[in-house]
């Protein structure tokens, strides 16, 4: 799944947040490193996610 992120340059390096997913951030020294440090945020919020909602929780496809 692709999910859309926004990446902002900050005095220590890049703060990235992922705007569909509330309360799902990262950051890094880097671009690459923020880039890299999101995807394992999102990875783990979806987890969690899963295992709250159990039986709950869909996936559903959304045309571009």
């Not at 900050?10 to 923020?34: D, K, N």
Request: hydrophobic share 35%; with cysteine; glycine share 8%.
């Amino acid at each position: 799944m692709k999910y859309p992120v926004a990446l902002m340059p900050t005095e220590e390096g890049y703060s990235v947040s992922c705007p569909g997913l509330p309360g799902c951030w990262s950051q890094g020294a880097t671009e690459e490193e923020a880039l890299t440090n999101i995807q394992d945020a999102i990875r783990e919020y979806l987890e969690v996610a899963r295992q709250l909602a159990g039986e709950n929780l869909r996936e559903v496809e959304i045309p571009a």
